[in-house]
């Protein structure tokens, strides 16, 4: 399987955030994205996601699902936590596994944990009957972590993913990004931080019109 990303332009109001970024990311393989604040590292991945559209160039992914796009392969995890408050924290994550049909396991084979399990495996699951709204932001976080676990998906796109998560989720996190590489799929990440994440390539983004990728797979 393998994202290819072609002559990507975006633009943000009347300014060109980025153009002409062309890359391409086979399974196994992480692509940590770069730079400083406001270059558009969240632009890109938020472009990968489906959720900016492009000005200019084209998104595919060679193996997937025929009729799906790259974008219906993808699991996108950004700064919001995206969590309905009125919901118990159960209801939200079945409500989403019910919302996100998974690709087919001869796509891409992966176990799908069921919503309390997933609970239970992020250190959650006391909080399964509670109210959304009453969780704490790493809690939060965690249950938004927790549908990676419930849908299948080989393009995991990840902004900040360590954001407001302690050391042990955070470590815990690291182990599910790394298992995903190693059953064959695909990260990219916008981040400030050093990730220990295999097959690594790097997108440093230097100025809305100036991008370079540097950096080999290991």
């Known amino acids: 399987m393998k994202l290819i990303a072609e002559n990507l332009a975006v633009d943000r109001g009347d300014r060109r955030v980025f153009s002409d970024l062309t890359f391409a990311l086979e399974s196994g393989s992480a692509l940590v994205v770069t730079g400083a604040n406001g270059v558009g590292k969240s632009s890109l991945l938020r472009t990968l996601a489906g959720l900016v559209p492009l000005k200019e160039g084209g998104i595919s992914l060679e193996g997937g699902e025929d009729d799906r ?13 995206a969590v ?3 919901l118990t924290v159960l209801e939200n994550l079945t409500f989403w596994q019910a919302f996100t049909a998974p690709i087919s396991a001869d796509v891409f084979p992966t176990e799908i944990h069921k919503p309390a399990d997933a609970l239970e495996f992020l250190g959650i699951g006391h909080t399964a009957r509670l109210p959304a709204a009453y969780l704490s932001a790493g809690q939060k976080r965690r249950l938004s972590l927790a549908r990676l676990l419930v849908s299948s998906r080989p393009i995991w796109l990840m902004d900040e993913p360590t954001s407001a998560l302690d050391r042990h989720s955070e470590a815990q996190l690291l182990g599910l990004m790394n298992a995903h590489l ?9 981040t400030h931080t050093d990730l220990p994440l295999n097959s690594i390539r790097t997108l440093h983004l230097e100025a809305p019109q100036d991008v370079r990728i540097v950096g080999e797979l290991a």
């Open 182 to 190: 190693d059953r064959g799929g695909m990260i990219v990440t916008a």
């Open 69 to 81: 796009t790259a974008f219906e392969h993808s699991h996108y995890f950004g700064h919001q936590d």
């Open 84 to 86: 309905k408050p009125a």
